[in-house]
């Protein structure tokens, strides 16, 4: 059972550049969330997705950032005209739906991939 | 702020020993989640500790969850070299989104 997959492990772009980030999830899971870290800190919530579907994406740059989940295939993270401020690590989690308990949904274990290191030149 | 806040920030301790994590917030939970991170790796789940529940074991690992004081703590008893990691505890207020604070960095020596 293949967990959470994510490439490429290393990217390298240029500023200017596109950088495009894949996310599988595990068998099974229709919600996809992309965090961004940088070194020394925690993760930051970017996006919430299922298929077709953007749910929240209260944490995403306004501009030069993009993400998709299509009905086939992986989640894809865009980021065109790539800045140096860029660099980081982006993971991708994957998890069932939430659940609602009291009438009040909340998510569910979420299961993170390796990650995409992104290095802005 | 609805992040979590852990403390410490590092901890180095010997191996057999215990170490104790703590989190703080300030908003209402539905649930509290801690994480590992290994250096360079994902995160790996270890625990997920509801608004209605006070402890939870797994292993060597024991939460607690106070929501009178809103805090939580993550305990490792006998700890080994190979529990070196990032310690991250994750808040999930109701809805979509999971809020991760800085991290501990557990330091375990042989």
């Known amino acids: 059972n293949a967990g959470v997959m994510q490439n490429p492990r290393h990217l390298v772009r240029r500023r200017g550049q596109e950088a495009r980030l894949r996310c599988s999830p595990m068998k099974g899971h229709s919600h996809v969330y992309w965090y961004r870290q940088l070194p020394e800190e925690g993760l930051k919530f970017m996006v919430y997705?299922?298929?077709?579907?953007?749910?929240?994406e209260s944490g995403m740059p306004k501009e030069r950032f993009s993400a998709e989940f299509p009905k086939e295939g992986p989640s894809i993270l865009r980021i065109q005209q790539v800045v140096r401020g860029d660099s980081a690590a982006y993971f991708c989690?994957?998890?069932?739906?939430?659940?609602?308990?009291?009438?009040?949904?909340?998510?569910?274990?979420?299961?993170f991939g390796p990650g995409t290191r992104l290095t802005v030149l | 702020s609805q992040q979590g806040e852990e403390d410490p920030q590092a901890l180095s301790i010997q191996e057999g020993e215990n170490a104790t994590m703590n989190c703080s917030y300030k908003?209402?939970?539905?649930?509290l989640q801690w994480y590992r991170q290994n250096s360079g790796r994902g995160l790996v789940h270890l625990i997920l500790i509801r608004s209605n529940e006070r402890e939870k074991h797994s292993g060597r690992l024991r939460v607690t969850l106070d929501t009178s004081k809103k805090s939580s703590s993550l305990l490792i008893t006998a700890s080994r070299a190979a529990d070196t990691a990032s310690y991250f505890c994750?808040?999930?207020?109701?809805?979509?989104?999971?809020?991760f604070g800085a991290g501990t960095r557990l330091f375990v020596k042989a």
């Open positions: 908003t209402s939970i539905n649930n």
């Open positions: 994750a808040l999930n207020t109701g809805g979509f989104k999971t809020i």
């Open positions: 989690a994957s998890s069932r739906p939430p659940s609602v308990r009291g009438g009040r949904s909340s998510t569910d274990t979420q299961y």
């Open positions: 997705l299922q298929k077709e579907n953007i749910i929240d």
